[in-house]
């Protein structure tokens, strides 16, 4: 196991009824001013923003506002935000949506904690935010587990880049998670965030460090849960079982808890993220299941007992103990067909990605020749290239 430094200090209020609470949470952590964002209108749709504003009216909290925000969030949007959070004096920004609309307000929080620096800037690892305004969250969506996470993702619409840094200014001082928010959520939405959160732990499983039996555990029983409760949550959205299941295992799977003693870098997030930069119609879930069986096949021979362990002991493959490869095999293909169930695509030609934007995907993939992604197999620009070409054809 690899030395690791745990500190999660998101406090998470779960269940029924949560946000019912959130005008005298802020009002007792002593805020005065909340920037309330949000994203296209499901929350106005869900009666969810007049319900928040009331309940702040009648703490005495003053709020402004700002919707817009679409998946795979972008930065004209935070620069917005920023001005408004400085000309109104916001002191909180409440996130009320997914993981686009948090990563919004995380990056809001930079930008106007610290005048002096373009926000981008930190998205390029040019500099480190100094100070922040804080965000709290109520989620409606199960998937980035932003809620819990140091992580914020964003794209500069100019150049198409989509970038993602990690602050401990991005951790959220408090979510709300009520599963019942997320009953509206659609069959296709459910989906990619069942992939995405399946997708945190796995690439976390499939760094290269080779011992951390405890971690390995706990990722292999949070994945059985999470691919059951997908199943039951795309059939009847109003289970509260599987949604509740859904939003904790979102949580639980990007705070770190998946990772630690491992070595990682998520080298299929790095792969997607270049997908929906270029492409924002994409969403990062299916983005992630059009990607994830190809890349598996193509490192899966630098490690196939890893393979191996995930199909038997997550998918319940019978192990063939003279041939790794082939339990390995039988893995990921388990694992293709339970997205293809789901409805999630899994291959770039049904996402209609043009085969001629691979170099350019693999070139910002490699931040312009600067980087290599560390993995059980390594990866450059032509190994890049070599998985959105097999990721390709329809199956
Ligand atoms: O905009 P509205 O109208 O609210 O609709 C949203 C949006 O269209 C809708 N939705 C959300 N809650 C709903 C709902 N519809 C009905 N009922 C509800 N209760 O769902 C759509 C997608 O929302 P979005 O926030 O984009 O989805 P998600 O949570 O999957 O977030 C995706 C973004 O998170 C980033 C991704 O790259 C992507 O930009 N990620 C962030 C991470 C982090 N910060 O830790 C980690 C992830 O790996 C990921 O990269
Ligand atoms: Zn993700």
Known sequence: MKNFDCSIPTRIIFGEDGEKQVGKLIREYGFHKVLIHYGGGSVKRSGLLGQVKELLDKEGVGYVELGGVQPNPTLSLVREGIELCRKERVDLILAIGGGSVLDSSKSIGDGAGNPDRDVWDFFLGKAAPAGHIPVAAILTLSASGSEMSQSAVLT?????????????THQPLFSICNPKLTYSVSKFQTGCGTVDIMMHTLER?????????????????????V???GRIADQNPEDYEARATLMWAGSLSHNGLTGFGREFLMQVHQLEHELSGMYPRIAHGAGLSALWASWARYVCPAWPERFAQYASR?????????????TALAGIKATEDYFKSLGMPV???????????FEEMAEKCTNYGRRTLAGIRKLDKPEMIEIFKLAYPRR
């Open 156 to 168: 500069n619409e100019e150049t198409g880049l989509k970038r993602g840094f990690n602050s401990p």
């Open 205 to 225: 499983y499939f760094g290269w460090s080779k011992d951390s039996a405890i971690t390995d555990r706990i990722s292999e029983g949070l994945l059985k849960a």
């Open 227 to 229: 691919i059951e409760a």
């Open 314 to 326: 997550v998918w319940n493959v019978d192990g063939d103990f003279e041939h790794p490869m082939n």
């Open 347 to 357: 291959s770039l030609e049904e996402l209609e990605v043009e085969p001629e934007k």
